[in-house]
């Protein structure tokens, strides 16, 4: 089975392997984010109170899915890599330690949401209610956070050996246990107390946990091309520095757009509480574009990873090529339903008349930057593959910290709500231009020399 993954990996047609790799991601993500937008479609129905207080909680869970992933995207690189070079021992290590930082990190947000959610919540709001809400969601999500952060680096360690259905499957047990049970924790179906916004935190963890259950009868059960044992199991220095050379970077981009969330809800709480609500809708409704583009990285890492270790460079520059062109085709079709569908999106969330009239510009001129957004994701997962993971991370901190914020207030304070927004296709655009850059040189530095290699 492992020579079989391999030659595919390194012999079957570029484009329909990334297709055939990338669609049980891309259509698991998008359930993902069904699920979360199920998930505040029901929580706007107690009204604009709980949008706000699970809107301002976002950011907690944003960076503890960025722990996940960080860790499961470092995991990835490291044993597509190893693969690729031949080194099974290195690989089956790696996934090894995966299941254990998985849940060490999980032990950590745990001691972290019980001492410090209260502290969070009372930094944006005064609302005895917004607070009391916001507090309950939060402590259940930390607490049982382990569950999400076990299944992701099981998730990503498949993913790394080609496998795509078993993670597929994964996230679909998480999504549709949690679309199933929102309503009847939420508002008290089928004899069950109506536990509101703490109903919609006890569905996403069960999810979750039941996912991780799954993730790990499956790898200990099955036949993969690596294998997990932790029979007198040590944890490995060289391995973890290579995890999270890749991994670390990827928390960092992504825990910045925690950092960001946070810091823009602070901007616009001063206008009034729907304009951090139209936030949140955006972020819940952009997930739906963005996923799917994701997933088409969940493919792609691989292919990128084991090539550069098989040394094969139009392999690797074909499946480059590809990878830009099916995200930008996503991207553009969701920048579409922005453009034309604003208020029957909006609609989606019981949005109030003030919702709707600062969501429906706002909508409009934050989804011109999708495609923007698009070769900034796949540039990065390129340099994510070649273990350069601090190269997406310049990216992120140009577009997330050193343009969008300083923007956003700019635009805040001296335009007003109305061209707040303009901020987030400012800043990807900006954030585009310099991942060229990048790729130029990582081109110069790494992949143009394969020729030479190839030839010796």
Known sequence: MQEQSQNKMGTAPVLSLLVSMSLPAMFSMLIQSLYNIVDSIFVAKLGEN????????????TLLIAVGVGTGVGLNSVISRRLGAKDQAGADSAASHGLLLGLFSGIVFAVLGFLFTETFFTSFT??????????????????????????????????????????????????????????????????????????AAIATVAGQILAMLFSLYVVFTKSHVVTISLKGFRFNGAILRDIYIVGIPSMVMQSISSVLTTLLNGILIGFSGAAVSVL????????????????????????????????????????????????AGIMAVGMLLFMVFPRQLLMLFSASDEMMRIGVPALRIMSTCFIFASVGIIFSTLFQALGNGIYSLFVSVLRQLVIILPAAYFLAKFF?????????????????????????????????????????
């Open 280 to 327: 949140g809708v955006y972020y819940k409704l952009q997930s739906f574009v963005f996923m799917p583009v994701f997933g088409l990285t969940h493919g792609l890492m691989p292919i990128l990873g084991y090539n550069y270790g098989a040394n094969n460079k139009k392999r690797l520059t074909d499946a480059l090529k590809y990878g830009h062109y099916i995200g």
């Open 50 to 61: 709980a949008l706000t207080a699970v809107s301002l909680a976002f950011p907690i869970q």
């Open 126 to 199: 005064s609302d005895p209610q917004v607070l009391q809400m916001g507090c309950d969601y939060v402590y259940i999500v930390t607490i049982f956070s382990f569950g999400s952060l076990i299944q992701i680096c099981m998730e990503k360690t498949l993913q790394a050996t080609g496998n795509m259905f078993y993670p597929m499957i994964f996230q679909l047990v998480g999504a549709i246990t949690n679309i199933i049970l929102d309503p009847i924790f939420i508002f008290g179906l089928l004899g069950m107390p109506a536990l509101e916004v703490k109903g």
């Open 416 to 456: 007003g709500l109305e061209l707040v927004w303009l901020a987030f296709p400012l800043a990807e655009g900006v954030a585009c231009c310099y991942s060229f850059l990048l790729f130029f040189k990582i081109y110069r530095d790494k992949i143009s020399p394969m020729d030479k290699k190839e030839s010796l």
